[in-house]
T-cell receptor, first 111, second 118 residues
Framework: GDSVTQMEGPVTLSEEAFLTINCTYT??????LFWYVQYPGEGLQLLLK?????DKGSNKGFEATYRKETTSFHLEKGSVQVSDSAVYFC??????????FGKGTKLTVNP | EAGVVQSPRYKIIEKKQPVAFWCNPI?????LYWYRQNLGQGPELLIR????????DSQLPKDRFSAERLKGVDSTLKIQPAELGDSAVYLC????????????????FGPGTRLTVL
C-alpha cells in the first residue's frame, strides 16, 4: 500500500539556519503530496502542496519540489525562525483519497 | 469563517467505559474524516463520509468503534468499550469534494480530542 517515510527527529536548529526535512514516498500512480504543520496545542494545518511531478509548493518561506524520479518531496527553508518550531508531517493522497502521513518530524528553533 | 470544531478537547476514562467524540465540520463541506493519531505517529484514517454515507470504513475497528453522520453535517465517533490501546488523539477533518471524479480536496483539521484510557 501507499506509504510515506520522513526524516526522524527531533531536529534542533539555531535561528536563521537552513532547514531540510527529507520525505520519500511509495505509491501507485501519481499521488498528490503535502506538508502539514502542527504547532503546539493546535490542529494540523496545510503548509504546502504539489499535485504533479516537478511542481514546487511554497508557503511562508518553505518550499518542496515533487520529484517523481526519486519519489521524494523534501521540505526546505533558507532561514528558520523561532516561530517555525512545530511538528512537520509529510503526506500523500492517492487514488483512495485518504491522506497517508509520515510519522512527523519535530523541529525546535532556538534564538 | 469557523474552522472544524471538536469536543471535548480532552477526555480521561477508565478502561471498559464508553466514550464519544463530536465533530462539527466547516459549513458547506460534504466530506468528513475521522483520523486517529497515536503518540509519535502520523494520523491514520478511521472513516470517511461523503454526506451521510460512510464510503471508506475499512480501517475502523468495528467490534468496538462506531460512527455516524446524521443529516450529513455533524458526526459522532464512539468507542465501547474503550481499551488501554485506544489512548490517542482523535482528529476530525472536512473538505468539499466537487463531483464524482477523484482529485485533490484540501482537508481542514480540527484541534483533536486527546483520549487517555486508564
Amino acid at each position: 500500500g501507499d506509504s510515506v517515510t520522513q526524516m526522524e527527529g527531533p531536529v534542533t536548529l539555531s535561528e536563521e539556519a537552513f532547514l531540510t526535512i527529507n520525505c520519500t514516498y511509495t505509491a501507485t500512480g501519481y499521488p498528490s503530496l503535502f506538508w502539514y504543520v502542527q504547532y503546539p496545542g493546535e490542529g494540523l494545518q496545510l503548509l504546502l502542496k504539489a499535485t504533479k511531478a516537478d511542481d514546487k509548493g511554497s508557503n511562508k518561506g518553505f518550499e518542496a519540489t515533487y520529484r517523481k524520479e526519486t519519489t521524494s518531496f523534501h521540505l526546505e527553508k533558507g532561514s528558520v525562525q523561532v516561530s517555525d518550531s512545530a511538528v512537520y508531517f509529510c503526506a500523500l493522497q492517492g487514488g483512495s483519497e485518504k491522506l497517508v502521513f509520515g510519522k512527523g518530524t519535530k523541529l525546535t528553533v532556538n534564538p | 469563517e469557523a474552522g472544524v470544531v471538536q469536543s471535548p478537547r480532552y477526555k480521561i476514562i477508565e478502561k471498559k467505559q464508553p466514550v464519544a467524540f463530536w465533530c462539527n465540520p466547516i459549513s458547506g463541506h460534504n466530506t468528513l474524516y475521522w483520523y486517529r493519531q497515536n503518540l509519535g505517529q502520523g494520523p491514520e484514517l478511521l472513516i470517511r463520509y461523503e454526506n451521510e454515507e460512510a464510503v471508506d470504513d475499512s480501517q475502523l475497528p468495528k467490534d468496538r468503534f462506531s460512527a455516524e453522520r446524521l443529516k450529513g453535517v455533524d458526526s459522532t465517533l464512539k468507542i465501547q468499550p474503550a481499551e488501554l490501546g485506544d489512548s490517542a488523539v482523535y482528529l476530525c477533518a472536512s473538505s468539499y469534494r466537487r463531483g464524482s471524479g477523484v482529485g485533490y480536496n484540501e482537508q481542514f483539521f480540527g484541534p483533536g480530542t486527546r483520549l487517555t484510557v486508564l
